[in-house]
């Protein structure tokens, strides 16, 4: 299996600009999680989808950032209009939910930087 | 609320020196304490699930422990290879199957 894949692995985009992230989640896997990882907070859950159904959303920082997920191999993250301070490593995970105990398999993350 | 605390935040150890890293917690009825090994430029890959107190899982040089509240990551004659941030992650029993994560242990290992 070659994992949860992201693209693209880095991004720099100026302020105001609109970005996207991709995933494509383990095949099997029906639950999705979008992270956040900086110094300063670590690891932020910004959004959790079950069966491509959003079911947490109380991470997403503000309206400027959206995620979907119109199938259950692939999501987008985001983020319209970028600001600076979105500058972070973000990371998709999937997992098999319904079973409690599966661990989080995590992509290689995107590295995005706002000027 | 669960919440994950790690200690320390940073560990320099020379090569063979064995040590542990500390991972407490407080959660509502533990269903699974897991420890991820994260490497620059790369996101965090599983290693261990705990379930139960007194339960231990091995793997190489790393060894995963549980206490009702507290786990430890004991790495034994640790090789430079070693080297990355280790994180520590809880679910609890409160209905969702979302963990909570640390803020992760870096560990440096010298030749």
């Known amino acids: 299996d070659a994992g949860v894949i992201q693209s693209p692995r880095h991004e720099v985009t100026e302020m105001g600009q609109e970005v996207t992230l991709r995933c494509k989640p383990i095949?099997?896997?029906?639950?999705l999680f979008w992270y956040r990882q900086t110094m300063m907070r670590g690891l932020e859950l910004l959004i959790y989808?079950?069966?491509?159904?959003?079911?947490?959303d109380s991470g997403m920082p503000e309206d400027r950032f959206s995620a979907k997920m119109p199938n259950a191999s692939f999501s987008t993250l985001k983020i319209q209009p970028s600001e600076p301070r979105d500058s972070a490593v973000y990371f998709c995970?999937?997992?098999?939910?319904?079973?409690?105990?599966?661990?989080?398999?995590f992509g290689n993350g995107t590295r995005l930087t706002v000027t | 609320e669960d919440q994950v605390t790690q200690s320390p935040e940073a560990l320099r150890l020379q090569e063979g020196e064995s040590s542990s890293l500390n991972c407490s917690y407080t959660?509502?009825?533990?269903?699974?304490l897991f420890w991820y090994r994260q490497d620059p430029g790369k996101g965090p890959e599983f290693l261990f699930t705990l379930y139960s107190a007194g339960e231990e899982k091995e793997k190489e040089r790393l060894k995963a422990t549980l206490t009702k509240k507290e786990s430890f990551l004991h790495i034994t004659a640790p090789k430079p290879e070693d080297s990355a941030t280790y994180l520590c992650?809880?679910?609890?029993?409160?209905?969702?199957?979302?963990?909570?994560f640390g803020r992760g242990t870096s560990l440096i290992v010298h030749p």
């Open positions: 992650a809880v679910q609890g029993r409160g209905g969702s199957y979302i963990p909570t």
């Open positions: 989808f079950n069966n491509n159904v959003p079911i947490d």
């Open positions: 095949s099997g896997h029906n639950s």
């Open positions: 995970a999937s997992s098999l939910s319904g079973a409690y105990n599966s661990p989080l398999h």
């Open positions: 959660v509502s009825g533990l269903r699974g």
